[in-house]
């Protein structure tokens, strides 16, 4: 899946979610656990305004637990603001969502007084999975495109919630390099539109700084090479990625150690922690659109 995002195509999507957003009383902003900074898309803090929001750290089972406390934590410093990590299939855990929803909506969710959620993010993070798994049916599409948040059905849900049927698609924030190589390595970046090596190179630094244990530990060859091209190379020799002469086929050695990062192979990881140094998003246009961003 290319993402393909253009300027028209943000301020489409930025109007249509403000208009949905209107009779909306809690947001579900879904995010990746492993990268809540570079899944989100602050535009959505201009877009809820002073509405109550659940951020689900979602791809639970993917992430570093401890971490995704720290993430919490960090959240839940903002008013109004509840955070949740989960993992979308699990119907009890997201059913759950629904209770944080009433706490922050107390007067809403009542005989008479429903309470209407709204479930939005970035692609990929697992918006159309948590619609699905909270209507107990497939419902919601896969979408890679803005504007599907016109002629929506509401799904009925307990407590006399409703919920939009398709999700709120914000775009990437792909400004930042080292933001949108982590959103690559995640898997929230199609696969068409990366560079393998390159990504596959960003993520080896990465786990030799953050978690080299892991590394050494599903890949014990990798203990004595510093140099993430290195040990690109002796992965793909490793791993029969060879082209004809018996040559290394980086490419094909990147595909291989991000495929096995995100199926998570090397243990749950977390590409982002609060407080990591976070590089300011460029100014804004009069849209408050990030131009530069689309890919
Ligand atoms: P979107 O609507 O936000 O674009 O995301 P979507 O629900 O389509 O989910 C994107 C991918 O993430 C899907 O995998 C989905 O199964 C997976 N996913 C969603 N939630 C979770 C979770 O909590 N944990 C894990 N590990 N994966 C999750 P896919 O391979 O693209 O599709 P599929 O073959 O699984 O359907």
Not at 88 to 102: F, H, I, S, T
Not at 119 to 136: D, E, F, H, Q, Y
Not at 203 to 214: C, I, N, S, T, V
Request: aromatic share 6%; proline share 7%; charged share 25%.
């Amino acid at each position: 899946m290319a993402i393909e995002w253009y300027p028209g195509h943000m301020t489409k999507a930025r109007r249509e979610i403000a208009e949905a957003m209107t009779g909306i009383d809690v947001v579900i902003e879904v995010l990746d656990a492993r990268l809540p900074y570079s899944s989100s898309n602050p535009v959505l803090e201009t877009l809820r305004s002073n509405r109550p929001c659940i951020k689900v750290l979602n791809k639970h089972d993917l992430a570093d637990p401890l971490v995704s406390k720290a993430w919490v934590h960090h959240f839940e410093q903002q008013s109004s603001v509840r955070a949740v990590p989960l993992e979308a299939k699990e119907r009890g855990a997201a059913l759950n969502l629904l209770r944080e929803c009433q706490r922050l909506a107390p007067h809403r969710g009542k005989p008479g007084k429903t309470l209407r959620a709204m479930v939005i993010g970035i692609p990929n993070v697992g918006k159309s999975t948590l619609i699905n798994t909270l209507a107990g049916k497939r419902i919601a599409r896969v979408g890679d495109k803005p504007a599907i948040t016109t002629c929506r059905q509401q799904i009925n849900l307990p407590g006399n919630i409703t919920l939009a049927d398709t999700p709120g698609l914000l775009w990437p924030v792909l400004s930042d390099q080292n933001g949108a190589l982590r959103l690559a390595a995640s898997g929230a970046i199609g696969d068409s539109a990366i560079d393998y090596v390159e990504v596959a190179l960003f993520a080896l630094a990465f786990m030799q700084e953050r978690y080299p244990q892991r590394l050494h530990e599903t890949y014990p060859y990798t203990a004595n090479l510093a140099d993430p091209a290195a040990l690109l190379l002796e992965l793909g020799r490793r791993q029969g990625c060879l082209v004809g002469g018996g040559e290394v086929d980086l490419s094909r050695a990147g595909e291989f150690f991000l495929r096995a990062l995100r199926g998570g192979k090397l243990g749950r990881i977390s590409f982002e922690k609060p407080g990591d140094e976070i590089v300011a998003p460029p100014p804004r246009d009069e849209e408050g659109i990030d131009a530069s961003a689309a890919l």
